[in-house]
């Protein structure tokens, strides 16, 4: 039912936060944080909203470029913004600018600086204008900390 996969979703979205968040994991671990994002975004598709799954596919590219994949997540990242540029008026002021730091983070993954830079550009300046500081600090913090 609807209300068990949304719980279902939510558990496991938290769930890959807590493998994220280890400074080290075991392979098998790394395999744990990747299906867990997978599950999770499965789950959106069957009881969330668009932004669960904008969300969900912004997860997923964390996740790859978190394990050195360039190619899913960059896949990842391109399908979180094209969610978000489809439901601009559901989304809450963060969501955009987590899109253009999934694309940053995974063309550095992939080497492209060039490209990292303009995605993260793009990223600040639409964190700019998010009116809670908290939100904003996040995306800012998360947009610093993509790898050179």
């Known amino acids: 039912d609807v209300a068990r996969r949304r719980r279902l979703a939510v558990d496991l979205f938290n769930h890959v936060w807590t493998l994220l968040r280890r400074d080290e994991r075991t392979v098998e671990q790394d395999d744990e944080m990747l299906h867990a994002a997978h599950a999770s975004r499965h ?3 069957e009881a969330g909203t668009a932004v669960n799954l904008a969300r969900g596919e912004w997860q997923c590219s964390r996740v790859y470029a978190t394990l050195g994949r360039a190619e899913p997540a960059l896949h990842h990242a391109r399908r979180c913004l094209e969610i978000c540029e ?18 940053a983070r995974a063309h550095a993954v ?15 300046e639409a964190a700019a204008a998010i009116r809670d500081e908290d939100d904003r600090e996040l995306v800012l913090g998360d947009l610093a900390s993509i790898p050179d």
């Open 110 to 124: 992939a080497g492209d600086r060039a490209e990292a830079e303009r995605w993260a550009t793009r990223g600040r």
């Open 86 to 103: 489809a439901n601009a008026a559901d989304l809450e002021e963060f969501d955009l600018p987590f899109a253009y730091e999934a694309l």
């Open 43 to 45: 789950h959106w598709a």
